[in-house]
């Protein structure tokens, strides 16, 4: 059973960084595109960005191009969301999750990681 687990959240003055790491483990996820996404309190959960773990194709939610990168470390099994010059509005609770290539909706899920950034 594959599992996720996310760290790295917290609270942060606006303009700083975060690192958001997501161990994963349970699979063999060569065949797996691997993603992040935010949930702000009274919003929808948003696409922030996702990796396909073989080749490091990316993709990325337009607006966060250019201070949110997301990276991977194959040896492990844990993928990273570089979040740099946040904002308040990037205040939410990051969520890792994961698919295989062949699917369209994620069927695995982190508990989540709360990011707070002050004004």
């Known amino acids: 059973q594959v599992q996720l687990v996310e760290s790295g959240g917290g609270l942060v003055q606006a303009g700083g960084s975060l690192r958001l790491s997501c161990a994963a483990s349970g699979g063999t996820f060569s065949n797996y595109y691997m993603g992040w996404f935010r949930q702000a309190p009274g919003k929808e959960r948003e696409f922030v960005a996702r990796i396909r773990w073989s080749g490091s194709n990316t993709y990325y939610k337009d607006s966060l191009k250019g201070r949110f990168t997301i990276s991977k470390d194959n040896a492990n099994n844990t993928v990273y969301l570089q979040m740099n010059s946040l904002k308040p509005e990037d205040t939410a609770v990051y969520y890792c999750?994961?698919?295989?290539?062949?699917?369209?909706?994620?069927?695995?899920w982190g508990q989540g990681t709360q990011v707070t950034v002050s004004s």
């Open positions: 999750a994961a698919r295989l290539t062949t699917q369209f909706a994620y069927p695995y």
